[in-house]
């Protein structure tokens, strides 16, 4: 097995920061747009793009919430085993909101459209857009593609792309794995 | 990303199942109950399934809530009720549920007079089976809401002490309950008439007291059973009058109790018999809880069980 840093160290943060102006561009204050992470990763990174805004926006309100997308799987039944699910903290309604998807990979858009179909069991919300910080382009299953891209990589399909986190796993690093060469 | 699984692919029993799965089908009803309570009820996780809904003996409460739950993984759903089927013209219980499995059924919730219905449909059919009830056997998905509703209401269930009292030598619920909150580390106790209460219980484990006031200083939670008048018979008390003078709670017995207990109750309710009305409508009756809980429990177990079938 082989691994390759994609991203870390001060890259990281700048691609973070990057990532929260470019936010700031298009959503000004954040009275009208909130966050939602997609469980279970995803969540990590809203957590850090809210703190990353709140700290150049000056501002602590900005709203953030995690959604679930396990019952709304194409996938059940259809594959070995079961995904747990984790829970969903929406507490704020989304009806005429600007929302902001997030997730840390996306590869097939898969979990992005089932996470479209979810998010519509909250609310109508005005406007849905996807941030993400690694983009494993060239190998969508559906037509979806992200506003806002940390990083674009190209992929090949045994490969995994990992995001690691200081809170939960103590650094913040993005890592290629590849099944080692035969 | 944890992936688990239930190690049964029919709900026949709580006697068929582990504490894990318990633990699992816990954890998975807390997701579903967040779901019912949101604006749009519903999730499409199960909508390639088709279930049948068999009922051989009458239910208002368990049909309904599977039925809703059912609907809320966005299942399809048919319905049976034997009263208006051609089993009363005769034909044996696996040629009804062949019949109906021809129509592309792919899991049958069933409830039956006899005891091992489910044992037996589930060796000679496709389908998976969730019991709704066998006879005087199991009602597995009943105890899983009940033993839900403590873990909601106390936080945990293991160290907790229950008391069933009422008829326990004709209840399914009983003997589910007992075998459940055992299994998830609880103490159980039964209480009743000598009548009612089986010979050789002790071998399961659990307690027996035949004095009301006694077994609840004893327990947290009391679970209220019905009086089956339906399942007796013989005469196995005087009357109901005297019944609910004996093992009756009232609002009196509750208040003179030194700690607050919680009180539930399976449905329908007998008001005046099991509990009087202003103890099932107190603040520490959970009966409705136990109600909305059902339907996510049971979402829950149809879920894990329909991911099991490849």
Redesign the interface.
């Known amino acids: 097995m082989q691994k390759r840093t994609l991203l870390d160290g001060q890259k990281f943060q700048i691609t973070i920061k990057r990532l929260c102006h470019q936010l700031i561009e298009s959503h000004n204050d954040f009275s009208n747009t909130v966050l939602i992470g997609i469980q279970?990763r995803g969540s990590y990174f809203a957590d850090r793009v809210k703190h990353e805004l709140s700290e150049v926006l000056k501002k602590s309100v900005i709203q953030k919430g995690n959604l679930?997308i396990?019952?709304?799987?194409d996938d059940?039944?259809?594959k070995?085993?079961?995904?747990?699910?984790?829970?969903?903290t929406i507490d704020f309604i989304i009806e005429g909101k600007n929302v902001i998807l997030i997730d840390d990979v996306l590869w097939t858009g898969r979990t992005i459209r089932a996470a479209l179909?979810?998010l519509?069991?909250?609310?109508r919300p005005a406007k849905v857009e996807l941030l993400v910080l690694i983009d494993r382009r060239f190998s969508r299953h559906v037509p979806i593609e992200p506003d806002y891209i940390g990083l674009q990589v190209d992929t090949l399909d045994s490969q995994q792309v990992k995001v690691s986190w200081k809170e939960t796993e103590g650094e913040d690093k993005v890592i290629l794995i590849s099944e080692s060469n035969k | 990303m944890a992936v688990e699984k239930l190690s049964t692919r029919h709900l026949l029993g709580i006697k068929d199942i582990n504490r894990n799965d318990i633990e699992l089908i816990f954890e998975t009803a807390d997701n579903f109950k967040d779901v019912i309570n949101r604006p749009i009820k519903k999730v499409p996780s199960l909508r390639d399934i088709t279930i049948a809904n068999i009922f051989f003996e009458n239910s208002t409460r368990t049909k309904l809530s599977f039925e809703l739950a059912e609907k809320r993984l966005s299942a399809d759903v048919v319905n049976f009720a034997a009263s208006s089927s051609s089993v009363s013209k005769g034909e044996t219980l696996i040629d009804t549920v062949n019949n109906i499995l021809a129509m592309k059924v792919d899991m049958v919730v069933m409830r039956h007079p006899y005891a091992g219905a489910g044992q037996f449909l589930s060796k000679h059919i496709k389908a998976q089976i969730v019991n709704a009830g066998d006879g005087a056997h199991e009602h597995p998905t009943q105890a899983l809401l009940d033993a839900f509703s403590i873990r909601q209401k106390l936080g945990d269930v293991a160290g907790k002490k229950v008391v069933i009292v009422g008829d326990i030598l004709h209840s399914r619920v009983a003997i589910s309950n007992i075998l459940c909150l055992q299994k998830l580390g609880a103490e159980v106790m039964v209480c009743g008439p000598t009548t009612l209460i089986p010979k050789h219980i002790e071998s399961l484990g659990v307690k027996v007291e035949h004095n009301l006031i006694k077994a609840l200083n004893w327990c947290d939670v009391a679970n209220m059973l019905r009086i089956q008048l339906e399942r007796q018979d013989i005469k196995y008390f005087p009357s109901l009058r005297e019944y609910a003078m004996m093992y009756g709670l009232n609002k009196q017995i509750l208040d003179n109790l030194d700690k607050e207990i919680i009180v539930m109750h399976p449905g329908p309710i007998n008001r005046g018999v099991e509990i009087t009305s202003d103890v099932a409508d107190s603040k520490q009756s959970i009966i409705l809880e136990q109600v909305e809980n059902g339907v996510a429990v049971r979402m829950a177990v149809l879920y894990l069980l329909a991911a099991q079938n490849d």
């Open positions: 279970p679930d396990t019952f709304f799987r059940f039944r259809r070995d085993g079961l995904v747990s699910a984790s829970s969903n179909d979810a519509l069991a909250y609310g």
